[in-house]
């Protein structure tokens, strides 16, 4: 099974969110280069509500940190800032999405379109989606 259908399984329908949280945390770990699951922790800041909230399912799987292990925290927030830094080597980035991305996740109307556009943002590149806010190494 690829990662976007045992994503699809956790967290139970095919959503742009979840598809965003996917993606942020493979390419947030890439560029603090840090491996999943330990040694590395995610402060989340988001409107902690529905269809926002998705978003935290795609990046415990992406990320490995779960809070069950109690290495991400949720910070219910206006604005979306993704922190994730690396334990061992001491360094993290601040992740944010872009802009024309988010306005487009926010018109988004019928159940349909959100689909659609999460099939599409699965296939475009990370640089598109997100933007670095800040990089600290
Ligand atoms: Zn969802």
């Given at each position: ?13 095919l959503?742009?969110?979840?598809v ?17 699951y ?10 902690y ?11 415990q ?50 159940h349909?379109?959100?689909e ?22």
């Amino acid at each position: 099974m690829n990662k976007l259908n045992s994503a699809i399984k956790f967290h139970g329908h095919l959503g742009p969110w979840l598809v965003m949280g996917l993606l942020l945390g493979e390419y947030g770990l890439k560029k603090i280069k840090a491996k999943k699951y330990f040694g590395l922790k995610v402060d989340a800041k988001l409107p902690y509500r529905k269809p926002v909230s998705c978003f935290v399912d795609g990046l415990q799987l992406s990320s490995g940190c779960t809070l069950g292990k109690r290495n991400i925290k949720v910070i219910n927030s206006r604005n979306i800032e993704i922190k994730l830094t690396n334990l061992i080597k001491r360094n993290h980035i601040i992740l944010g999405i872009d802009d024309e991305i988010l306005r487009r996740l926010k018109n988004l109307k019928t159940h349909d379109e959100s689909e659609d556009f999460a099939d599409k943002i699965y296939r475009m590149k990370p640089q598109t989606l997100f933007k670095i806010l800040r990089k600290v190494s």
